[in-house]
Every structure is written in structure tokens, then in C-alpha cells.
């Protein structure tokens, strides 16, 4: 018999807390029925909020805690006053003990990857954890990575977002050989940063294994033109906050000129089913959720200022990611990764004591 999936809910994360955390969940309920879920934070207003929903309250076990993390709160001021008792730190560690199997917040991202990296630990052959989402494109889903957990990282570490991109993707779409791009300012090898460049040159080497493009620019990324986008945490949480803005813009445009003459009015009226798709298209909330790559364990990350819809988003990708054993595939591939790379430094070792030797 499969084990039962368990999701563990910051319940006071977000703008919202529990209004909107209860709510996504009886939402995420309906589509896995078979899914129970552990809310913590304050019973009283969890509990209400149960009320309200009341088809998700027998799926759910309610934990109280006393502290929760603010959205202004620094890394260090939320690990200081909220490690160990707080709703966001006990739902990451119920992956940590076992009793779940993934976390969910929509709290402080600062204050969630420290404590989700102080409590499940980077893997042995991670120096830094990624945020990973999937980017709705022309050709269906893409994985973005990093989307803002890791700022100014160098080339290797680049390249270990790619490999875990890449498993990623696998998990996720069911391809052989995803192929894999690096974000950059233009196609051609000689831009970019001396980071980015030599990123790609260990890429296109036979370290990696991966299925590398080469560079992508930022239209790219909407085209879908590789499966896999490898960027900075600085540069992927720019790109992500600004495509959502362009996709509200555009959607009030349309709402806008619909709204403008009794003939726009008609129009609307006879392609109602073409707007109804395309406001689908638009609709950030869709494709929300970040998860955190190369922590012993799984964690999911909301936007914070999303809805209940948002919000049950991004336990379908906690679902999902639960459901594939993610982590140890992960696990398996970046102890491959090093083992090529640890490899290959020996042969260019060896050829070079030889060079020297002769």
C-alpha cells in the first residue's frame, strides 16, 4: 500500500494567513481527495477558518503554535524569534521528522530558506539551493531556475541549478534528455558575464551529461525554447515579478477595450470561450509555486500576496513533487555529477603531471 501523502501548511504565512491558506486548501482537496494536511499556527483562527470550509477540515490536522513570521521579518530576526516554535519552522520540520512528506508557505522567502536550509540541510554535493518554478510558455511548461534564492552565485554553482533543473524536469514531464539553457544578455559566446560564460563552458563539456543549448535571452524563456532555464536568483526573481506585472497589464488592456463600445460588448459576448482561455493563460495564480532545489527534503513556496486559488496551486506542485520521490532522484543524479566532475579533474590532472613529466 502507497503511503499516505501528507502536505505541512505555514497556516499564518502570507498577506492573508489562515483566510487564504484553509481556503486553497479545501480547493487543492477537491482535486486530491486522497491528501491530508497538517496546519500550523494559531487554533483559534485556523479552526474558524476550518468552519468556513468545512469539506477540507476532516482531511486536516491542526498543530497551535504561538509565533509566527512576519513578511518584514529579516532571516535572522525570524530565526532568532521563531526557530523551533514557530508555524513556518514546525511545518518544515514535520518533513524533516518524517510525518510529512512536503511543506508549504507563503510567508517571508528570506526567512523560509534559511530556516528550511538550517533545518533539512543543502545535499552532500549542493553548495547552494535554487528556487525552481514552472514558467506557463507557447509549448506548455518550462522550469526557471533560480527565482531568487541564491543571489551572485558563481559558475559551478550555476551549473549544479542546471543538473537539478534538468532532474527536475524529468521527474516532472517524463522527457529523457530535457534540454537545458542558460539565461543570458544575447546568444553569442563572447556575452556575457565571465561567470555565465564559464557556466557554459562546463556545460558544453562531458561533465554534466545534460542536453545543453547554449544561451538563451529573455524572449526565450515565454517561446519555450529550452525545457530547462538556468539563471541567478537576482536576475530569475526580476524576470518572474516581471512578467507577472506584464500579464496583469495585459489582461486589464483587454478588459478595458471589451468594456469601451456596445460593438466591443458584442464581440466579447461571441468569443467569450477564446477570452475565458486566454485570461486562463494569464493568470499568475496558475502557475504558483516555487520549490526549493537541493534540500534534504521539499519545500514549496507561494507568493504571498496570491489567493486561495493561488494558493492551492502551489500545493499541486507540493502533490506532485511528493508524489515523484524527488528528492533522492535528485539526490542520485548530483552524486553522479560529482563523480564525473571529480573524474575529469583527475584525467586534466593526470595529462598535465605528464606534460610536465615529458
Keep these: ?26 480547493i487543492a482537496h477537491v482535486r486530491h481527495p486522497e491528501v491530508r494536511f497538517m496546519i500550523f499556527g494559531d ?3 485556523i479552526k474558524a477558518e476550518l468552519t468556513k470550509n468545512p469539506r477540507v477540515a476532516g482531511a486536516c ?27 513556518m519552522w514546525m511545518a518544515i520540520e514535520a ?22 536550509t538550517l533545518c533539512l540541510r543543502t545535499m552532500p554535493a549542493i ?19 533560480d527565482m531568487g534564492a541564491t543571489i551572485g552565485p558563481d ?26 539553457g542558460l539565461l543570458n544578455i544575447g546568444e553569442e559566446e563572447v556575452k556575457g558575464t565571465e561567470i555565465v560564460k564559464g557556466a557554459a563552458q562546463i556545460l558544453r563539456s562531458d561533465v554534466t551529461g545534460l542536453n545543453f543549448y547554449g544561451f538563451v535571452e529573455g524572449d526565450d524563456i515565454g517561446k519555450g525554447t529550452v525545457d530547462v532555464v538556468v539563471t541567478d536568483g537576482f536576475t530569475g526573481n526580476v524576470a518572474l515579478k516581471t512578467a507577472e506585472g506584464t500579464a496583469r497589464q495585459i489582461a486589464e488592456y ?62 499541486d506542485v ?7 520521490d524527488l528528492v533522492r532522484k535528485i539526490s542520485t543524479e548530483m552524486e553522479v555529477f560529482a563523480k564525473r566532475t571529480e573524474e575529469k579533474s583527475a584525467e586534466v590532472e593526470s595529462a598535465e603531471t605528464g606534460a610536465t613529466v615529458s
Excluded: C
Excluded at 553548495?127 to 531556475?145: F, K, N
Design 254 to 315: 483587454l478588459r478595458a477595450a471589451i468594456q469601451r463600445s456596445f460593438f466591443s460588448k458584442i464581440g466579447y459576448f461571441f468569443a467569450q470561450s477564446a477570452f475565458r482561455t486566454l485570461r486562463e493563460k494569464l493568470d499568475p495564480r496558475s502557475a504558483n509555486g516555487g520549490l526549493f532545489l537541493g534540500l534534504n527534503g521539499l519545500v514549496v513556496k507561494s507568493h504571498g500576496g496570491t489567493d486561495a486559488i493561488g494558493f492551492a496551486s502551489a500545493i
Design 1 to 26: 500500500m502507497a503511503r499516505e501523502l501528507i502536505v505541512a501548511l505555514d497556516g499564518m504565512g502570507g498577506d492573508f494567513g489562515p483566510e487564504v491558506i484553509v481556503a486553497g486548501a479545501e
Design 318 to 324: 507540493a502533490v506532485d513533487v511528493a508524489a515523484a
Design 61 to 87: 490536522e491542526v498543530v497551535h503554535t504561538e509565533v509566527s513570521i512576519s513578511m518584514d521579518d529579516k532571516p535572522t530576526q525570524a530565526l532568532r524569534r521563531g526557530r523551533k516554535t514557530s508555524s
Design 155 to 180: 559558475a559551478e554553482q550555476l551549473v549544479q541549478f542546471a543538473v537539478m533543473g534538468e532532474a527536475y524536469a524529468r521527474v516532472l514531464y517524463g522527457m529523457d534528455k530535457p534540454t537545458v
Design 127 to 145: 553548495q547552494r539551493p535554487a528556487i525552481a518554478a514552472l514558467w506557463p510558455t507557447m509549448r506548455g511548461e518550462s522550469v526557471v531556475l
Design 95 to 116: 518533513v524533516k521528522e518524517g510525518k510529512a512528506q512536503v511543506a508549504v508557505s507563503a510567508g517571508n522567502t528570506g526567512a523560509l530558506m534559511a530556516m528550511a
Design 43 to 45: 487554533e483559534t483562527k
